[in-house]
């Protein structure tokens, strides 16, 4: 089943006399409970086309259809409550609040879409145990290791039980041992919920743990289907 479409997506920015051309009318299809990583040079567009996807960017043109709903057709109130419902997000550097325990981050999604704060707590705390990390649950971020804050942050994304979870460069900011154990955590969540997961990575290590890859270049879908191997002279170009 189809959760992910989009047809004819383009996002244009204009900066002073220059015009940038980031997506060139894409399409594409990601299936309910896939892992897809999203690949290709710096600046092909990998980050803009999840953020128009998500709905965090306005597209220039396009239609976008997230479980049957069009996202084009939705305001900025509608989109943002879609969002909080249905997705959750899993960023390089965290995003996690300074001030805020381990268990208060998790938690947050939930305090603000409603929900009791009892339940609230509650969920939190069986999600860190979840990811291994409810014996650090009263720590706040500047005491947690980068392994551990992005499990923090895998914790929030999960909060409101989501469809569909996006993350950009989720590895990034870690070291083999601790990014091999982040998608490990992120591919296991992903079989045991059936979740989708959209993961933007330069690595393809990490690529090579999903189900298929799509590999961009210059703002276009090059290949919807790739394998490892179709992105390597890209990520060499990487440096």
């Given at each position: ?76 109130s509608a989109k943002t ?116 997961f959209v993961v933007v ?39």
């Amino acid at each position: 089943m189809t959760i992910i479409s989009c047809e004819k997506l383009t996002k244009t920015y204009q900066t002073g006399t220059i015009t940038v051309n980031a997506l060139r009318g894409i399409d594409l299809t990601i299936d309910k409970g896939e892992m897809v990583a999203i690949m290709g040079p710096s600046g092909c567009g990998k980050t803009t086309l999840l953020n128009c996807l998500s709905g965090i960017d306005e597209v220039t043109s396009g239609r976008i259809l997230i479980e049957g709903n069009d996202l084009t057709a939705m305001d900025d109130s509608a989109k943002t409550s879609f969002r909080a419902a249905r997705m959750g997000f899993i960023f390089q550097f965290y995003n996690l609040l300074p001030v805020l325990t381990a268990v208060e981050n998790a938690e947050l999604p939930l305090l603000i879409s409603g929900a009791p704060a009892d339940e609230a707590r509650k969920r939190a705390l069986s999600l860190l145990d979840a990811v291994g990390l409810s014996h650090r649950a009263q720590q706040r971020p500047a005491s947690l290791s980068g392994g551990e804050r992005q499990r923090v942050t895998i914790s929030r994304a999960l909060a409101n039980t989501p469809a569909i979870v996006w993350a950009d460069e989720p590895t990034g900011d870690l070291d083999k041992k601790t990014s091999d154990e982040i998608v490990a955590l992120m591919r296991r969540l992903n079989k045991e919920n059936g979740q989708t997961f959209v993961v933007v990575t330069h690595d393809p290590e990490v690529g090579a743990k999903c189900d298929r890859i799509i590999h961009m270049r210059d703002g276009n879908v090059v290949n919807q289907n790739g394998l490892v191997s179709d992105v390597t002279d890209d990520i060499r170009q990487l440096g």
